[in-house]
Nanobody
């Protein structure tokens, strides 16, 4: 059973930066592809970025390309989301998620929320204009 705990959210102004962290416990972190999702009020949860279990590949939502980056430190069981040039439309609860991809063709990073078996509790990011 993998437990994910996000941190780093907060209230910032447009143009500011934030770095979210997601620390995993209870499993072998390097077996998991990791994804960041977000859900704004009244909207469906959407995939933002994902990273393969080795960290060698990343996949981006078009609206965050050039502004957000994902990385992971398998030695620290942690995945990061660096968010720069934040916009009010980035306001949402951000969730990290994990999928065991052992046995899949590497790299495999799903973009559908239903493929992820483990989720964090979410961290609120609010960007004021």
């Amino acid at each position: 059973q993998v437990r994910l705990v996000e941190s780093g959210g907060g209230l910032v102004q447009a143009g500011d930066s934030l770095r979210l962290s997601c620390e995993a416990s209870g499993g072998t972190f390097s077996r998991y592809a990791m994804g960041w999702f977000r859900q704004a009020p009244g909207k469906e949860r959407e995939f933002v970025l994902g990273i393969s279990r080795s960290g060698g590949s990343t996949y981006y939502l078009d609206s965050v390309k050039g502004r957000f980056t994902i990385s992971r430190d398998n030695a620290k069981n942690t995945v990061y989301l660096q968010m720069n040039s934040l916009k009010p439309e980035d306001t949402a609860v951000y969730y990290c998620a994990a999928k065991n991809v052992i046995g899949y063709t590497n790299p495999y990073v799903p973009a559908r929320s239903g493929e992820y078996g483990y989720w964090g509790q979410g961290t609120q990011v609010t960007v004021s204009s």
